[in-house]
């Protein structure tokens, strides 16, 4: 029996970041190919290429924000890789009085931090992910929570499909098993514009049984309380796809 080929993606780690690498173990080779792209890490997988920039939260984050490391890093990766993402280890915190929270010498938080609230830090945010186009990803502190988030996107990468978030989760129940009503109502909701509400007034309608083409006409959907002209044609569209209203 014939199996389906899966091409491993190719991971280059940055030399700069070797504890990364090593924690990536055989999986990983060192290359200073990433740094050109501005990032730490550079995957290569079925023709497209991604580039992963790590950063600690707060303070590797804001000294390269000062210094200018991450407006280049963000505008390479933009033009150099398919995908391009900032990895911050950690989460900012900040005090009541949205100053953020550092656990750098006092004297380096009044000179460096001074400036950075909580609203300029979520525009900056915002500035690499809207303007720049580039993904932020939030893992725990420390590099072992990186190395874990790449062994995860690696997975995804080698997989042959992704059709997660194309399928339709299974009618719910109240009670755990869905009842027929249930069914029924969860099948009319896979129609364009049907919530919940409208399901019920159409099972209602049709006397709790979905109305089947050889059950109804146009006029009859016109009757339905809430359905409205528009999605009343729609739905009668599915239903009788070579019909006209």
Do not use: N
Request: with cysteine.
């Amino acid at each position: 029996m014939a199996t389906t080929r899966v091409d491993q993606p190719t991971v280059l780690v940055s030399p700069s970041d070797k504890p990364l690498a090593e924690k990536l173990g055989d999986k990983a080779i060192t290359s200073s190919l990433p740094e050109q792209k501005g990032a730490d890490v550079l995957i290569y997988s079925r023709g497209m290429s991604l580039g992963l920039q790590r950063k600690e939260v707060p303070h590797d984050f804001i000294l390269s924000v000062i210094d200018g490391r991450l407006a280049r890093e963000t505008s390479l990766l933009r033009t150099s890789v398919w995908y391009g993402a900032v990895v911050c280890e950690g989460k900012f915190k900040y005090f009541k009085d949205g100053a953020l929270v550092s656990r750098a010498p006092k004297d380096v938080r009044r000179s460096i931090y001074g400036r950075f609230t909580y609203s300029m830090v979520q525009k900056i945010l915002l500035e690499i992910q809207v303007v720049k186009g580039i993904d932020v990803v939030f893992v725990e502190e420390g590099i072992e929570s990186t190395a874990a988030y790449i062994e995860v996107l690696l997975e995804f990468l080698a997989s042959p499909k992704h059709v997660g978030l194309y399928r339709r989760p299974g009618a719910p129940g109240v009670w755990g098993t869905p009842t027929f009503d249930e069914q029924q109502s969860w099948i009319l909701q896979g129609f364009p514009g049907v919530g919940p509400s409208l399901a019920d007034s159409i099972l209602k309608a049709f006397g709790g049984r979905i109305p089947a083409k050889w059950m109804c006409d146009y006029e009859e959907f016109l009757e339905v309380k809430g359905i409205g002209a528009g999605r009343a044609k729609k739905i009668y569209k599915q239903l009788h796809p070579r019909g006209t209203v």
